[in-house]
C-alpha cells in the first residue's frame, strides 16, 4: 500500500484567505490511482513549523506532496527551509535559467534579479520541470520518502504532477506489485441521505475489514462512495463490484451515474445524444444557469443561449410575460414562470426552455412567499412542468440549489423520454 | 495570544472528494478577531487518527474546532470517538430530543430511530443548539485547551461559530486581555506581482519581527496582507495604519479597496452610488459575468439582465450583431464583441453594456486566434472600448478571467468618470 501525505505552506491558506482546492486536488488524483492519503495538513510561511510537519508525515507516508511558498517574493520560505532540512547547498540549475530566459522573452519581458532566483536550487533535488510558470518542482529522496515540492498555482502544481509524480507513482506500484485502494461513487438525485440508508439498511452484511460505504450529501443528490482497501487490483474490481451489485438492488432507481459526474453532464450528454437544444430564462439565478450549461466543453452542441431577466420589465419585453400576470401573481409565481419557460423557448427556437424565478434573498420576502421560495419551469415540445421549491434563507445557496433543482428537472424528463422510447 | 487549531474529521475531505471550504471559513474569521491559526488538519473516519490528532492538536492550541462526522449514518465516527477520548458515557439530551421532534413534525416527516440517535450525547460535553439542522454542536473543556465539535454542512457550522463559538473566544480575549493579531488586506488591480514587489522594494526598511506583508496574486489581481502580530489591540492598529500609509505611497493607484472586498462588489457599490445600470452579453462565459453581478443583495439596483447569445444566430437575432461581420471577422473579434456590447445596451437601455465573446477551449483555436482568445466590450453612454485578450489553455481559467477582466474594464471606466467628477 502506497501511503501519501499532502502539506500545503502558506500564511494565506493557514488564516483562511483561499480555500485549499489544491489538496483536494492532489488528494482525489492519488486516491484515484490506489494510494492512500492518510493525511493533510495546512501550516503557515515558518521555518521550524515546516520542518516540524516534514518530520512527522515522513513517519507514516512513502510520499509527503507538498505545494506552496515557491513564489519570487520575501514571504515564500519554502526552498530555503528545504535547503536547510536536508542540509543541501545551492546551485544554479542550468535548465532553468535557460527555460526562464525564454519565458520572459516570449512575454516580451525583461528576466529581472528577482526571478532569476526561481533557477537557484538546492543541489541534492532532483528538478522537476514546470512548463507552466517560473518555480521547478523540486524532488528530494530520503530512504524511505519521497518529498515533492511544488508552487501553489493549481495549474503549475496540476502540471508537474501529472508530468512528473504521477507517473513515479505508478512505476512505484508495478514495480513492487502493491497492493491498493479502489473508490467508485454512485451518484444519487430526489432522494434523501437517512432514507437512502434506511433502504440500503445494514451495511454490515456486504462489508468487511477491506471494504466500505460513505453517504455524501450535496444540493444536487447523495453520493454514495464504494471502498476497497488493501487489496490486489483484481480483488478490489470484484469488491466493488459485487457491492455495487447490492446497492443498485435497493436504490437503483435514484441512481444517474457513477464516479463523480455531475447532473450537469449528465444532462448535457442525453440532450448531445439525443441531438436536442436547451435555452434558459433566469431572474434570481442571474445566468448562473446558463453558465453551468456552458462549463463544459463541447456545450455548444446543445445550448444556444438564454435571457437573464432580472428586472420585471425585461421579462415582459423579452420573454412576452404578460405585465398583468406579474401585477396579479407576482414575479416569483407559476404563472410567470410558465411564461418565462415557454417565451424562451419559442424565441430562441430550442427543443427546452428551462426558467427560474425566486427570492433568493436575504430580502424580499413575505409571509405567503419566505425567501428561499422559487419557481422552476421546464417547456417541452409537448407540455410544461412548473414547480415550487421552498429552500432557506442563504442567498447563495439558494441560487445553487435552484440550478440543481432545474438540472433534476430535466434530467428526470429526458430519463422518462429515453424510457418510453426504449420501451417502444 | 489565543491560538486555534482546526481539525477536520472525513474520509470526504481526505480522499479529495469536496474541498475543505469549512476549513477556510473558521481560520479567516478566527484570524478576523484576533486568533493565531496555528495550523489545520485533515483526517480520515478512523478512530485512532482522530484521537491522535486531538492530542497533538491540543498541546500548541487554546481551541481545537473540529467539523465532520456527525452525520446519522455509520461512517460518522467523531461522536463516538470523543466520547471514548474524554472517557465518556452517552446520555439522552432532552432539549435536543424536543428539538428534532419539533425539526421533522414541522417537515411533515417522522423522527426515524436513526435520527433520534443526534439526541444521544456524551455526558460532560456542553451541548451547542443547531438551529439548522439536526446534529449539535458539542464542547469539552480540558484544563488547557477547549475542544468543539460540529457537523460538516457549511450553514450549520457557520451557525455554531457566531451563536456559540466566536462569543467565547471574544469573552476570552477581554477577560485575560490577551495580545492578539491583525490583518488588513490592500486590493490591487492591473498589475503583476513581481512589478508591486519592486515598487514596495525592500521590506525590511518596514517591517519587524511584529509586522508582515504578503502578496496572494489571484485572477482578478493581487491582494497584499498586512499583518501586525501578538500585540495589544492598539498597537495592532498603529501598526497597520502605517505599513498601509507607505504601501499607498509607492503602490496606491493600483489599490482599489481592503480587506477583501472584491472587484465585482466595488463595481456593484460605485453603479449603487451613481445610480447606474448595466446588462451583459455573454458568448463564452454564458452568463457568468451575469451570475457574479447577481451574487450580491440588491443586486437589483444596477442589473436589469442581460443576454446569453452562445449561438451566432442569437447574436444576429437578439443583438443586432451583423451576420456579415461574423462572416468576415468571426465571432471572436473586435467588430462582434463591439455590436454586442452596444446591442444589449440599447436593447435593454441600461447605462453600461458588457459582452465577452471568445474561444475557451478546449477546441476552437486556430493559429491566428489561439484558445485562450477573448473580446471583452464595454459600451457606455459616450464611447464603446473593446479590449483583446489572449488568456491559457484552461477553460475554466479562461472563462474566470474574462469574468475578471471585465470587471476590471467596468471599474477603471467609473473610477475615472469618478475622478473626472470630483475634479468639477
Chains 1, 2 share one sequence.
Not at 486516491?31 to 493525511?39: A, D, F, N, Q, Y
Not at 448531445?272 to 466543453?297: N, Q
Not at 445550448?303 to 420585471?312: T, V
Amino acid at each position: 500500500m502506497i501511503k501519501c501525505s499532502i502539506l500545503t505552506i502558506g500564511d494565506e491558506i493557514c488564516i483562511g484567505q483561499i480555500v485549499n482546492t489544491n489538496a483536494a486536488w492532489i488528494a482525489s488524483h492519488c486516491t484515484e490511482i490506489g494510494c492512500e492519503v492518510v493525511t493533510h495538513s495546512i501550516v503557515g510561511d515558518d521555518g521550524e513549523e515546516i520542518k516540524a510537519e516534514l518530520t512527522r508525515l515522513s513517519k507514516n507516508s512513502d510520499y509527503v506532496i507538498i505545494t506552496g511558498g515557491l513564489g519570487p517574493t520575501h514571504d515564500d520560505v519554502t526552498k530555503k527551509v528545504l535547503c536547510e532540512y536536508f542540509n543541501d547547498t545551492y546551485i544554479w540549475h542550468e535548465p532553468t535559467l535557460v527555460w526562464l530566459q525564454d519565458f520572459y522573452s516570449r512575454r516580451g519581458r525583461q528576466l529581472t534579479e528577482r526571478n532569476k532566483l526561481q533557477a537557484y536550487i538546492p543541489s541534492t533535488c532532483q528538478v522537476l520541470s514546470n512548463e507552466r510558470g517560473t518555480a521547478p518542482g523540486m524532488l528530494f529522496k530520503t530512504e524511505s520518502t519521497i518529498f515533492v515540492s511544488m508552487p501553489g498555482v493549481p495549474r503549475e502544481m496540476m502540471y508537474i504532477m501529472e508530468q512528473h509524480v504521477f507517473p513515479l507513482i505508478e512505476q512505484h506500484f508495478t514495480l513492487q506489485n502493491q497492493t491498493r485502494n479502489m473508490f467508485r461513487t454512485l451518484m444519487t438525485i430526489g432522494v434523501a441521505e437517512s432514507d437512502l440508508a434506511d433502504m440500503i439498511g445494514d451495511v454490515s452484511e456486504f462489508l468487511n475489514t477491506n471494504s466500505s460505504l460513505a453517504f455524501l450529501p450535496s444540493y444536487s443528490g447523495v453520493r454514495l462512495r464504494i471502498g476497497a482497501h488493501n487489496v490486489s487490483s483484481g480483488k478490489a474490481v470484484e469488491i466493488v463490484d459485487t457491492i455495487e451489485r447490492n446497492i443498485r438492488q435497493k436504490v437503483g432507481k435514484f441512481i444517474y451515474g457513477a464516479n463523480n459526474i455531475s447532473i450537469e453532464k449528465t444532462v448535457a450528454q442525453l440532450l448531445t445524444e439525443r441531438g436536442e437544444t436547451v435555452s434558459v430564462a433566469e431572474s434570481c439565478t442571474g445566468g448562473k444557469i446558463g453558465a453551468s450549461l456552458t462549463d463544459l466543453p463541447g456545450s455548444s452542441a446543445y445550448f444556444i443561449g438564454g435571457i437573464m431577466a432580472y428586472s420585471n420589465a425585461i421579462k415582459v419585453q423579452e420573454l412576452g410575460v404578460n405585465s398583468e400576470d406579474i401585477e396579479h401573481y407576482g414575479a416569483v409565481s407559476e404563472e410567470v414562470a410558465c411564461a418565462m419557460s415557454q417565451g424562451v423557448r419559442s424565441k430562441l427556437q430550442t427543443d427546452y426552455g428551462i426558467a427560474a424565478t425566486g427570492i433568493a434573498g436575504p430580502d424580499g420576502g413575505t409571509d405567503e412567499k419566505p425567501v428561499g421560495t422559487v419557481w422552476i419551469s421546464l417547456s417541452t415540445p409537448t407540455s410544461t412542468i412548473t414547480k415550487r421549491f421552498i429552500f432557506g434563507n442563504d442567498r447563495a445557496a439558494n441560487r445553487d440549489r435552484t440550478v440543481g433543482a432545474a438540472f433534476d428537472m430535466l434530467y428526470r424528463y429526458l430519463r422518462s423520454r429515453n424510457d418510453d422510447n426504449s420501451g417502444n
